[in-house]
């Protein structure tokens, strides 16, 4: 986990969770000056959301992982990786480009979780994006990153994903998680029931 620090921040109408892969187009004068800049000194940069009241105090750190595309103009394609969270603590604008005085964001320690739960949001999952996941036994040892990584694959809406980024309980985001497939369970079910009842032109069985 990252010590204190001054990071540069890009805000975005993106959520990034840690283990997450965001690729970026990067094309503002401003944000080529600060990709330039990670690029050059191997420097992490913050994500945060940003909306009509601002942006959140709670990002995650981005590592640039491939440089896919310069162009002339400077415009780059970049492909990051996110890395820990953090939570901002004081702004500064006096640069081309947002930066904040951050600290780094940790789960609450010493939580119990029933290993129920864990098994309960992994046979959720779609058995294709199972395979694409570390195996689930290490999982169940990293209860905080499996929460994670599946909220990835979960696609949620950005205020559900964001909750889930400032949540400090792993038990607490895999309760979330597990609610969310059985929403998912029942909007299946009600569109079953009414493809079968369709296909009897709604005369009872």
């Given at each position: 986990m990252m010590p204190d620090i001054r990071l540069p921040l890009f805000p975005l109408q993106v959520v990034l969770l840690p283990g997450e892969l965001l690729p970026l187009?990067?094309?503002?004068?401003?944000?080529?000056?600060?990709?330039?800049?990670?690029?050059?000194?191997?420097?992490?940069?913050?994500?945060?959301?940003?909306?009509?009241?601002?942006i959140r105090k709670i990002g995650c750190t981005a590592r640039i992982t491939r440089l896919l595309e310069k162009f002339p103009d400077g415009r780059?394609?970049?492909?990051?990786?996110?890395?820990?969270?953090?939570?901002?603590?004081?702004?500064?604008?006096?640069?081309?480009?947002?930066?904040?005085?951050?600290?780094p964001l940790e789960d609450?320690?010493?939580?119990?979780?029933?290993?129920?739960?864990?098994?309960?949001?992994?046979?959720?999952?779609?058995?294709a994006d199972r395979q694409n996941l570390p195996p689930e036994e290490e999982l169940r040892a990293d209860p905080?990153?499996?929460?994670?990584?599946?909220?990835?694959?979960?696609?949620?809406p950005l205020p559900e994903k964001q909750a889930l980024l400032e949540n400090l309980s792993p038990r607490e985001r895999l309760e979330l998680l597990g609610g969310h497939i059985e929403r998912r369970r029942e909007k299946d079910r009600l569109a079953t029931r009414h493809r079968q009842a369709s296909a009897r032109n709604g005369k009872p069985a």
């Open positions: 187009h990067i094309f503002e004068e401003r944000y080529k000056l600060m990709i330039g800049e990670c690029l050059e000194e191997e420097r992490l940069f913050g994500v945060v959301l940003v909306e009509a009241r601002g780059m394609n970049i492909l990051t990786l996110g890395e820990d969270r953090f939570e901002i603590l004081r702004l500064f604008e006096n640069h081309p480009y947002l930066q904040g005085e951050t600290q609450r320690p010493g939580e119990l979780l029933p290993p129920e739960l864990v098994q309960r949001v992994w046979e959720g999952l779609e058995a905080s990153r499996f929460s994670f990584l599946a909220a990835i694959l979960f696609r949620l």
